[in-house]
């Protein structure tokens, strides 16, 4: 069994979702946003709030598996330093309790939750309420939160089956 914790990383709202996987089987933990909208424009205290924000979520859901979205570099590239920074702040909170981190492209994620790497908010929204049976649609940041978790098992669960593919021709070979 895994818990996976995933995160949409954000300077001002920075989404989270939570999930169980048994096997093939995907249960909805918790899902949410750490806003650090109060903090106004100092960055530092909002990179505070979201270090203590995804530590208290660990402390909560005690996953054993974390998984973040990559920085897309867009028009932006001031806004990408700040994504970046709130990365960085869930991270070393991860990594602060000993979780080893997995890192996707918004594309990777789009591609393992909706089927396609351009698909929208709204499809993944739709796509996330659909896998977990939620009873209704999760807020956008923590739909992307869920859908990165969702990435992550998928993934988790793929290179598990290669491994033990390789060592099943391992074994083969050895006899």
Same mark, same amino acid.
């Given at each position: 069994?895994?818990?996976?914790?995933?995160?949409?990383?954000?300077?001002?709202?920075?989404?989270?979702?939570?999930?169980?996987?048994?096997?093939?089987?995907?249960?909805?933990?918790?899902? *949410?946003?750490?806003?650090?909208?109060?903090?106004?424009?100092?960055? *530092?205290?909002?990179?505070?709030?979201?270090?203590? *924000?995804?530590?208290?979520?660990?402390?909560?859901?005690?996953?054993?598996?974390?998984?973040?979205?990559?920085?897309?570099?867009?028009?932006?590239?001031? *806004?990408?330093?700040?994504?970046?920074?709130?990365?960085?702040?869930?991270?070393?909170?991860?990594?602060?309790?000993?979780?080893?981190?997995?890192?996707?492209?918004?594309?990777?994620?789009?591609?393992?939750?909706?089927?396609?790497?351009?698909?929208?908010?709204?499809?993944?929204?739709?796509?996330? &309420?659909?896998?977990?049976?939620?009873?209704?649609?999760?807020?956008?940041?923590?739909?992307?939160?869920?859908?990165?978790?969702?990435?992550?098992?998928?993934?988790?669960?793929?290179?598990? &089956?290669?491994?033990?593919?390789?060592?099943?021709?391992?074994?083969?070979?050895?006899?």
């Amino acid at each position: 069994m895994n818990i996976i914790l995933g995160i949409d990383p954000g300077s001002r709202l920075t989404g989270y979702g939570v999930i169980k996987q048994e096997g093939r089987k995907l249960s909805y933990l918790g899902s *949410g946003c750490i806003k650090a909208l109060a903090a106004g424009d100092d960055l *530092g205290e909002r990179l505070q709030i979201i270090f203590a *924000g995804v530590s208290e979520l660990i402390l909560q859901f005690q996953p054993n598996m974390f998984a973040i979205e990559q920085v897309f570099m867009g028009v932006n590239p001031g *806004g990408a330093l700040k994504l970046g920074q709130a990365r960085g702040a869930a991270i070393v909170a991860a990594t602060s309790n000993n979780l080893t981190i997995a890192e996707y492209s918004a594309r990777q994620i789009k591609q393992s939750v909706v089927g396609t790497g351009a698909a929208d908010k709204t499809q993944v929204q739709h796509m996330v &309420k659909s896998i977990l049976k939620l009873p209704a649609t999760p807020q956008a940041d923590a739909a992307d939160a869920l859908a990165v978790a969702l990435c992550h098992a998928h993934s988790h669960d793929s290179l598990a &089956k290669m491994s033990g593919q390789a060592t099943k021709i391992v074994r083969r070979r050895l006899r």
